[in-house]
């Protein structure tokens, strides 16, 4: 297989587990990869269950349909914006995962980090984006995944499936805050522990080329649970 094939293989299947995992509804949802300079997206107006690798399209860096024989989405601009703000990244993933998405239409951020392993998949913050028909992502420059008002939920990542593992967190994270929040509220990590934490989050992917369409990641450090086991060690 050539590697774009690989790459729409491995799209189709990332399209198919957000329907599969409840993330989307309808039409809802979209992702997006780099292929050299310009982009391989699913396309507008069809189930992610439903997505195969011949349907999908190739846009260019203005959103304009390179190939393909269907359209794109509208949200495409999100996408777009996402890899100006950062090129590092490799792909973007936009879906509705119910309890994430509750949070973002009542206007809630998860708060502040209340478990170890999470602050060294994302980062410290999960920011919630103001409501907008264009919201504005430059919350990307310190953020993997962002919580968009009134809308649903964006990560990125070096790779499908990275970005889909934090699409995963963040919808798991939302789980156990609501349920912390019937609790009394979840209670905040030390900080110097998020500190900590967070600086293992920066360094957890190494790329190894400059140029960001060329460039390929390697994870760097270990696990998230290792990194914690370490750090709480530390810690204590
Ligand atoms: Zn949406």
Not at 83 to 93: A, F, G, L, N, Q
Not at 124 to 152: C, K, T, W, Y
Request: aromatic share 4%; net charge negative.
């Amino acid at each position: 297989m050539s590697s774009e094939e690989t790459l729409r293989a491995e799209l189709v299947t990332t399209a198919r587990q957000l329907h599969a995992s409840g993330w989307v509804a309808n039409h809802d949802g979209n992702v997006s990869a780099r292929l050299g300079d310009h982009f391989l997206a699913t396309p507008t107006s069809m189930s992610k269950g439903a997505v195969s690798a011949e349907m999908l399209i190739v846009v260019d860096g203005e959103g304009e349909l390179v190939s393909g024989t269907r359209k794109g989405f509208s949200e495409l601009k999100l996408h777009l914006a996402a890899y100006r703000i950062r090129p590092d990244v490799h792909c973007v993933i936009h879906a509705h995962p119910p309890t994430a998405t509750g949070f973002a239409v009542a206007q809630v951020e998860l708060g502040p980090p209340f478990m170890a392993e999470p602050v060294v998949s994302l980062g410290r913050r999960i920011p919630l984006v103001p409501f907008s028909m264009e919201p504005d992502l430059q919350e990307l420059e310190e953020a993997d995944a962002l919580m968009l008002a009134n809308h649903g939920v964006l990560t990125v990542g070096p790779d499908l499936e990275t970005a889909l593992l934090r699409m995963e967190l963040v919808e798991h994270l939302a789980k156990i805050a609501l349920v912390a929040r019937q609790l009394g509220g979840p209670v905040a990590l030390p900080e110097d522990l998020v500190a900590q934490l967070h600086e293992k989050h920066e360094g957890i992917f190494e790329r190894e080329a400059d140029s960001p369409a060329e460039s390929t990641w390697t994870r760097r450090s270990g696990s998230a649970t290792s990194i914690v086991a370490d750090a709480l060690k530390r810690h204590s």
